[in-house]
């Protein structure tokens, strides 16, 4: 007979820990924590977004967003995945049991699951686009210019819309993404997930660095790089930007979708879920702040503008690497440190997904992990056809891709950071979170509380009613 997880008993993270179901350290879950964050979010959007939005004043509304609500609600979903000690609809329920709350709270973990399901299957498709430039990088397409006869901006948008309406290239792309992550979520948490993270993210912090000394290097542009990014310009602000930037630091932080609550889950109870999480907010927003330092300095130096949209990365970047010297190598670089920064993330994407399979239908990991990464591949072709096959299908004047992109970014992200803020602040008792932050009850989670309670809810639930409208 199976006992219905609501009525386990709290604690049993703690418990799982030493028996090797767990993180083996604190730091093995802050890596993997911070790889999640760390993703196609910080490299391709941050900064095409900050050079659409005007640069510095962005920035710093963006750090603002992160720190008030982003990081505030990053620690509350860590908590509770911890305090739950399961997969996030399962910890809903037995939180909400033993507090004596409806079991309907576990509403918040079945969005997070269908969230995720499908911000994958479109994040896949995206992430194979790196592998895609990898591989034009490596075997010197990318610069093959002179074949075409046409100047190398007009080279690289053919090639990126070559891509795009090639569903074969991308379908290999998604699929080989796919069958990575599935590879190491199948593994389990600390032979697949920790020894992924282990040499992925410190690999990828070491390209950017280099990649960053590069462009300060090669170019000349780097002040101007800095300023654009540092100097706060508030007449080029307006609200809208503002709404973006707080959507866009829970899409960089990871929070909202219940994903780590599941990374929280295998923590162990002697963390400190603030510590950890500070680290793994700061990591996330120097990489982005890395990252705009990498690429516009090369960019500026081109002549090119900042504000060229989602193909900055694509398009622009690849017109400035094909005029700089040793730009085959670097752009090389480049793609890999992209594709290494996406899979951190897909990981963590594909991982609630898995620990509700396999724990609902007392599954074996690998055929959890193989259950629905199948599934979310299959979603994937949806993504891959809406750029060629089916681009004229759309939906609210969206095609699939955008569609879901628009779901999941604009209403399923801050409706479950709502909710989870909700939860937390005002939901579950006082004592249960001072017991499981174990930070005391001093101004600093008294501070928390607050914006928990009172800043965050009306903030996003502002951009919900926006992005609805
Ligand atoms: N944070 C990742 C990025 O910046 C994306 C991501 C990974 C994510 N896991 C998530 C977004 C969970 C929302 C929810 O690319």
Redesign the pocket.
Known sequence: MSIPAESLPIGVASERAPNGRGWSSTSAFVLAAAG???????VW?FPYIAGEYGGGAFVLVYLVCVVVIGLPILMAEIALGRRGGHSPIHAFGRLSAQEGHSKHWRMIGWMGLV??LL?LSF?SVVAGWSLSYLWYALSGQLFAIAADAVSPAEHMSNLFDGLLADPIELILGHSLIMALTIAVVGKGVRGGLERAVRGMVPGLLILLVGLVGYAAVATDQFAAAATFLFQPDFSALTGHAVLVALGHA????????T??MAYGSYLDQKASVAGASVAIAGV?TVVALLAGLAIFPIVFAHGLAPGSGPGLLFVTLPIAFSEVSGGAIVAALFFLFLAM??LT?TI??LEPITEYLEQRFHRSRAMATGMAGTMIWALGLGSVFSFNLTKEVQWFGLNFFDLLDFVTSHVL?PLGGLLIALYAGRILSKEALTSELNMGDGYLFKTWRILLRYVCPPSVGIILIYNLL
């Open positions: 999640s964050a760390v993703g196609l979010g910080n959007k969230g995720t911000l994040y829970f899409f960089s932080l990871s929070v909202g979708m994903a780590m996330d920064a996406a993330s963590s994407v992200l």
